[in-house]
């Protein structure tokens, strides 16, 4: 790696979106390995944003919402989005990576996301989407608001982290208040986020595995877990050893297993100037212990001063969904999953081949900033499929086709 790479900080912008996102951006303001994110809370709800601490704080399109939330209403959350779009372009135009986070099942983030996504898309902005899905206690409508994100989320973004509330469920008493699950979602969401930064900032990832990190999550429908444990020299000598514990209790890592059967994983560990050779080594080596045979790992170590005395891993694993291939009623599975849709490599292969072709070079044309807009008011109606392709999203948005302007 070059000293360039290396000294190269990246520009990295944190979105939380809707309430959830909101107490997600606001506890990582709190967090003082948080203050080289660029981080900003975006919601209509005047009232949500006002007890957000974050410092940059948009209250979108305050006109037509009068400072309300979306009331549930992906139609309200993409319409506001929608005509703030200028302003998102402005926010983010900077930035060498966007992470956004939220809460799928309301009308802001759900609505809201898809916009933010295919803004940054339009300014080749690399994007990581970290949502959180429904509590099942939330009902079944709150779920299929999330699954019609996700479908609304997939043709935009580069990476979609889902990872589901339920999985905090094991970790908490029957007789906890729902204000403490979600209190305790607002918690692990914030050091998901951090996680996935640190992971994507190690070394020169953000430029070189980026690319990795997205491949790895491409083409095959996957389940994603992330633990995240942190530890000071307070905590005793054995501050690394305390961290992985913690790391593989974390509740949205569900269980140790997970790293046995992970397919892939990818581990992050950052610490201060004071972080040993001797410690990451046997980390990594007892990490080993813990993943299985065969799978791939991408792994980083990063040091920055405000982590002096400390250490902090993370690690995602990701589990590629099996069945997929074999059954095509895959859909009806659980949105506890990863996806990426293959259609992105399909287009940027058949992009390279057709760019090459120095026939076609001269009728290369721009793009028209076309939105991804849900099926309005036909978005509860169960689609139109054929080979599980979904015939109601049109086809210039299932195969990212860029559409010829005409000029
Ligand atoms: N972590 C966390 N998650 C929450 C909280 N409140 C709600 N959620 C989750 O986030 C999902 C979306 O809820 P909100 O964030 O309130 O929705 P919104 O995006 O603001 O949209 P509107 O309700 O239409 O204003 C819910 O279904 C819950 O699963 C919270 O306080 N913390
Ligand atoms: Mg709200």
Not at 172 to 192: G, M, R
Not at 226 to 236: K, N, R, V
Not at 385 to 401: A, C, G, H, N, V
Request: proline share 4%; aromatic share 6%; with cysteine.
């Amino acid at each position: 790696m070059t000293d360039a790479a290396v000294k190269k900080k990246p520009r990295v912008t944190v979105i939380g979106l809707g309430n959830a996102g909101l107490k997600t951006v606001s506890r990582l303001t709190q967090s003082r390995f948080a203050s080289w994110l660029n981080i900003i809370a975006v919601d209509t709800d005047k009232e949500s944003l006002d007890t957000c601490f974050a410092e940059n704080k948009i209250q979108a399109d305050p006109e037509w919402r009068n400072g309300l939330g979306c009331g549930g209403d992906i139609i309200n959350g993409q319409r506001s989005f929608s005509r703030e779009r200028p302003r998102f372009a402005q926010l983010i135009s900077a930035s060498d990576l966007l992470i956004v986070t939220g809460g799928l099942g309301g009308g802001v983030c759900t609505g809201g996301a898809p916009i933010i996504a295919s803004v940054a898309k339009q300014h080749k902005i690399p994007t990581a989407f970290i949502m959180t899905t429904p509590f099942s206690f939330e009902g079944q409508s709150r779920r299929k608001i999330a699954d019609e994100g996700i479908k609304e989320l997939l043709p935009s973004v580069d990476i979609l982290l889902c990872l589901p509330n339920d999985l905090l469920f094991a970790t908490l008493a029957s007789d906890v208040p729902v204000e403490s699950a979600f209190k305790k979602a607002d918690q692990e969401l914030a050091t998901a986020v951090l996680g996935v930064a640190e992971i994507l900032r190690c070394g020169n990832m953000i430029s070189a595995d980026f690319a990795d990190f997205k491949e790895l999550l491409s083409e095959k429908k996957s389940v994603c877990c992330i633990g995240s444990g942190i530890a000071d020299s307070a905590d005793g000598l054995n501050r690394t050893h305390i961290a992985l514990e913690r790391m593989l209790e974390s509740p949205l890592l569900g269980s140790v297993e997970r790293l046995k059967t992970a397919d892939a994983v990818i581990m992050s560990l950052t610490g201060g100037s004071d972080m040993q050779i001797g410690e990451v080594k046997k980390l990594l080596e007892t990490l080993e212990g813990f993943i299985g045979k065969h799978p791939r790992v991408i792994s980083g170590v990063n040091t920055d001063p405000a982590y002096e005395n400390t250490v902090q891993i993370t690690v995602i694993t990701i589990s590629y969904d099996k069945t997929v291939e074999s059954s095509s009623e895959s859909d009806e599975k659980p949105r506890s999953l990863l996806f990426k849709k293959a259609h992105a490599n399909k287009a940027a292969k058949v992009k390279t081949s057709a760019s090459s072709a120095p026939s076609q070079q001269q009728f290369e044309q721009g793009m028209l900033p076309l939105q991804i807009v849900s099926k309005g008011i036909f978005h509860n109606t169960s689609p139109a499929k054929y080979r599980d392709i979904d015939l109601d999203i049109p086809t210039f948005q299932r195969e990212s086709i860029v559409i010829d302007k005409g000029t």
